[in-house]
């Protein structure tokens, strides 16, 4: 049972457009997302987080936006860049548990910038 | 700062047989973590240290896999007997405390054949 779902393992885009990547989860504890963006052969880099207490969380280039009543959020990136192009994952936890360890990831979606 | 170091990067070995993989963590980082990424899959978590105490390891396969964190830095991850569907990246992650950011190492890639 997936708990934290990207139903997007692709997406292409322009430089200079907006990326939008998308991720939804089932789990109503979870009260603490996560992106990480990772390169072939190197380990997850960590990207921008929200916590449910907010909607919006804004880091230069990037957005994340959480809605909860529909347990969805997504990640803009604008404008993109080549650079961006990577494996996209977004995680969740409960943190409220006591700990941000046990994160619960997605199977990630892999975003093409093309010049 | 530097960052997780993982050793081997890549190792290859025959079912039912052994492997180790190292960690060191940054340093001064309380938590540390080991994932199982399997091709096509996110990284599940398998064992999470605060200093060199064990605070979950639901996840982990005890019947095959060990971890140890002596001393509360370094760690191995060990598998016996290795079986095929043990393939997958090995990602250690360490943070400063267990509400901070993860950090992630490169990981090392196991192929068992």
């Known amino acids: 049972d997936q708990q934290v779902k990207q139903n997007s393992p692709s997406l292409s885009v322009q430089e200079g457009r907006i990326s939008i990547l998308n991720c939804d989860y089932t789990?109503?504890?979870?009260?603490?997302f996560l992106w990480y963006k990772k390169y072939p052969a190197e380990g997850p880099t960590f990207l921008i987080s929200?916590?449910?207490?907010?909607d919006k969380n804004e880091d230069g280039r990037f957005t994340v936006f959480l809605n909860k009543s529909a347990k969805h959020l997504s990640l803009h990136i604008v404008p993109s860049q080549p650079g961006d192009s990577a494996v996209y994952f977004c995680a969740a936890s409960a943190i409220q548990g006591g700990s941000q360890g046990n994160l619960i990831f997605g199977k990630g979606t892999k975003l093409s910038v093309k010049p | 700062e530097a960052g997780v170091a993982q050793s081997p990067r890549y190792k290859i070995i025959e079912k039912r047989q052994s492997v180790a993989f190292w960690c060191n963590p940054i340093s001064g980082h309380a938590t540390l973590y080991w994932y199982q990424q399997i091709l096509g899959q996110g990284p599940k978590l398998l064992i999470q240290?605060?200093?060199?105490?064990?605070?979950?390891d639901s996840q982990l396969p005890k019947d095959r896999f060990s971890a140890e964190r002596l001393k509360g830095v370094d760690s191995t991850l060990k598998i016996q007997p290795a079986k095929l569907e043990d393939s997958a990246v090995y990602l250690c992650?360490?943070?400063?405390?267990?509400?901070?950011?993860?950090?992630f190492g490169p990981g090392t890639r196991l192929l068992v054949l």
């Open positions: 240290f605060q200093n060199n105490g064990v605070v979950d």
């Open positions: 789990n109503s504890m979870f009260d603490y």
């Open positions: 929200i916590s449910s207490i907010k």
């Open positions: 992650a360490s943070s400063w405390t267990d509400q901070e950011t993860q950090y």
